[in-house]
């Protein structure tokens, strides 16, 4: 089994020289942290997303047997 | 009026990296202009990209606050993250969607004071169902001058083969 060496390329704006090299073992931490604290983020938006949806489809389940047609709550969005 | 706009480097990636960096920027302009067409090996619907200065390890003192359209509608946003360009295209796009991004990054060379930069950007296939264009303001809190920008993926993955990134000087001199 083979495994993939992560590399950046650097772009030196100096010389104009491009070199593409390894990442350090501190940058391949870095980008394992980085991912991780992504995932956490998005979960948490994800939830308030989902709460939100559901708290919009219970209003208009409520909004629905006051009487008022789909046009209607459509007009209060 | 900027009167000057000199291409400072440029690259595009005949495979995939983890990052696009620019090292050595001279300080000798205003400000910067950094042209990118990205997408990312996310196996996910997109990728997010960030910037990041002189080498940073880590988001600390960057925020940003931004405004986005895609499939769900207009979102705001608001974090500590140099999250500028937001979002661009994954593994589950065409395999020729590329999302496009242009930041004006000012006043990059000051040793005083704390760095702005803001940018737009659009992706053309986002979540599986539409493209998301958007617009976002961040903030550096460091006054260190900017000799280098760093282009990453907020969650890690890699920019595919044929992304590219283009930085340019902008002088008003």
């Known amino acids: 089994m083979t495994t993939e060496t992560k590399t950046k390329v650097i772009v030196n704006c100096e010389t104009g020289e491009t070199q593409t090299i390894p990442l350090t073992v501190e940058e391949l931490a870095q980008l394992e942290i980085d991912a991780a604290e992504y995932a956490a983020r998005k979960a948490e938006q994800d939830a308030k997303a989902a709460a939100l949806a559901a708290a919009k489809a219970s209003a208009e389940a409520k909004l629905t047997a006051l009487g008022l047609t789909p046009e209607e709550i459509a007009a209060l969005r | ?173």
């Open chain 2, 1 to 173: 009026m900027a009167n000057t706009f000199i291409k400072l480097g440029g690259v595009e990636l005949t495979s995939a990296q983890s990052s696009l960096n620019f090292t050595s920027i001279p300080q000798t302009y205003t400000d910067l202009i950094l042209v990118c067409s990205l997408r990312t090996t996310n196996s996910g619907d997109f990728g997010v990209p960030i910037l990041r200065f002189n080498g940073a390890a880590n988001n600390n003192n960057m925020t940003h606050r931004g405004l986005m359209l895609e499939s769900g509608g207009v979102s705001g946003g608001t974090n500590s993250e140099g999250l500028v360009i937001r979002r661009c295209p994954g593994a589950n796009a065409p395999a020729d969607y590329f999302g496009s991004a242009t930041i004006w990054i000012s006043n990059y060379a000051s040793s005083t004071a704390h760095k702005f930069f803001q940018g737009i950007f659009a992706s053309p296939r986002n979540q599986n169902t539409g493209s998301a264009i958007g617009m976002n303001a961040c903030a550096w809190s460091d006054a260190t001058a900017i000799s280098e920008i760093n282009i990453l993926d907020n969650n890690g993955n890699s920019f595919a083969q044929y992304s590219s990134a283009y930085l340019y000087g902008v002088s008003n001199a």
